[in-house]
Antibody, heavy 115, light 107 residues
Framework: QVQLVQSGAEVKKPGASVKVSCKAS????????INWVRQAPGQGLEWMGW????????HSAPKFQDRLTMSTDTLTSTAYMDLRSLRSDDTAVYYC????????WGQGTLVTVSS | DIQMTQSPSSLSASVGDRVTITCRAS??????LAWFQQKPGKAPKSLIY???NLQSGVPSKFSGSGSGTDFTLTISSLQPEDFATYYC?????????FGQGTKVEIK
């Protein structure tokens, strides 16, 4: 079955970077894109960006364009989300989700930004 | 950016009730709309894509309709496991955007 397994929780200081991984299994990795979505404590879902695996096409929300890097490793079927210059308001659970329609989601990775 | 506005933001309903949630897009998105269910502490779950297509394994009590700017999610007979927060999302134009969510609570 389709599964997305994300890396574990992180604690970072303001100004640092965080890299979250999302390992896919149960399907042909290149045939679907990967979304990145975050959710701050008690808040709604916020779309961050999308990467199409087979041609490396990327789109990100304007508020993240300067700080977000999305990448993939097709050999290990893993997608990565790298967020730089972290601030306290980047504290959130970060999710990866498969495809245009988000038909399968990772379990989420809590990133805490605190001095 | 396309703004997605859900109404209501929250609602109280009883088991067995029929519930309808509305999602309005600030510009036309054809049928490029998805609905998600999220329970506390859990990842969102996909319910519907392309406005009216049920994801595999999702019970038929969930249905979606609409096209253009106005969309609805209906739960035909609310069950205890349906109490959750529901989100719409457009994937017609980048940046893709979510509605603010509708929390369905027990009356």
């Amino acid at each position: 079955q389709v599964q997305l397994v994300q890396s574990g929780a992180e604690v970072k200081k303001p100004g640092a970077s965080v890299k979250v991984s999302c390992k896919a299994s149960g399907y042909t990795f290149k045939t679907y894109g990967i979304n990145w979505v975050r959710q701050a404590p008690g808040q709604g879902l916020e779309w961050m960006g999308w990467i199409r695996i087979y041609n490396d096409e990327k789109h990100s929300a304007p508020k993240f364009q300067d700080r977000l890097t999305m990448s993939t490793d097709t050999l290990t079927s893993t997608a990565y989300m790298d967020l730089r210059s972290l601030r306290s308001d980047d504290t959130a659970v970060y999710y990866c989700a498969r495809g245009f329609t988000g038909d399968s989601w990772g379990q989420g990775t809590l990133v805490t930004v605190s001095s | 950016d396309i703004q997605m506005t859900q109404s209501p933001s929250s609602l109280s309903a009883s088991v067995g009730d029929r519930v309808t949630i509305t999602c309005r897009a600030s510009q036309g998105i054809r049928n490029y709309l998805a609905w998600f269910q999220q329970k506390p502490g859990k990842a969102p779950k996909s319910l519907i894509y392309a406005a009216s297509n049920l994801q595999s394994g999702v019970p038929s009590k969930f249905s979606g309709s609409g096209s253009g700017t106005d969309f609805t999610l209906t739960i035909s007979s609310l069950q205890p496991e349906d109490f959750a927060t529901y989100y719409c999302q457009q994937y017609h134009t980048f940046p893709w955007t979510f509605g603010q969510g509708t929390k369905v609570e027990i009356k």
